[in-house]
């Protein structure tokens, strides 16, 4: 297969300035990519004129991500449904893990699971594909939650009555946004045998492009004692990125 040289170094130029939120100037794309000048600057000329770079006249021009850049990205998350994003990530992500993997949305104060993926040799978890469970008890809603203020996931909260689904279930609203704040701090929710006794879930958000949770997925399976639940966080944390990404999200 023969590559364009020229279309493959606007690429990487626009790969290059789109991580910079302050612009690049034209010497600095040059040394990181290895272009001649002579070829950089024809490069950015051509992406000025076809709305894909903007410049910025200072003491040196540098130049960013521009307006027709920005709507063909957006032409990529409208015209894919969710679900071929996130299906495809959480079955594969069920199979590396092994273990049952669910998406889940908000709905009012309660999650709802929309996909669900399973191993080879599944532990039979209650959720199922439809069910409803609290946030208070859940990796998917504490992860949500997690993405909110304390005063939004207090309004959110005010009707639940935290009962004692298990001996593990957080039963007090104060203690539960404490928990919040923790999800905050590591990027990561754990349903502590909260929801089902013999059950342990790790859950993170999912964002879009406009940098809003959409949902959250998570990672269930029997509780063990010697299982790295942190570790196993730090894998959901990279995977739900990965996700996100793909819906336009840019960090």
Request: aromatic content about 6%.
């Amino acid at each position: 297969m023969k590559i364009n040289r020229t279309t493959e170094r606007s690429i990487q130029i626009l790969e290059l300035i789109s991580k910079s939120n302050e612009g690049l100037e034209m010497d600095e794309i040059c040394e990181r990519l290895s272009i001649p000048r002579t070829s950089c600057y024809d490069i950015l000329v051509t992406l000025v004129h076809m709305g894909m770079l903007e410049v910025n006249i200072g003491v040196k021009r540098s130049y960013k991500i521009g307006l027709n850049a920005y709507r063909i990205g957006m032409s990529y998350t409208n015209n894919r449904n969710i679900s071929e994003i996130i299906s495809p990530a959480l079955k594969e992500l069920s199979k590396e893990l092994q273990k049952t993997c669910f998406f889940g949305v908000l709905e009012g104060n309660k999650i709802v699971y929309i996909s669900k993926f399973e191993p080879e040799n599944p532990i039979i978890t209650t959720a199922t594909i439809g069910t409803k469970n609290p946030v208070y008890n859940t990796s998917l809603g504490k992860a949500i939650l997690s993405t909110m203020s304390e005063e939004k996931i207090r309004v959110l909260t005010a009707d639940i009555d935290f009962k004692p689904v298990t001996r593990f279930t957080i039963t007090d609203r104060d203690i539960f946004i404490k928990n919040i704040e923790v999800v905050k701090s590591r990027g990561f929710a754990l349903d502590e045998r909260e929801l089902e006794e013999h059950m342990e879930c790790v859950g993170v958000p999912i964002f879009d492009e406009k940098r809003e949770c959409i949902g959250a997925i998570s990672a269930s399976s029997l509780y063990r004692k010697d299982e790295d639940y942190m570790a196993l966080g730090d894998i959901l944390k990279k995977r739900a990125l990965e996700i996100s990404k793909s819906l336009g999200f840019m960090p």
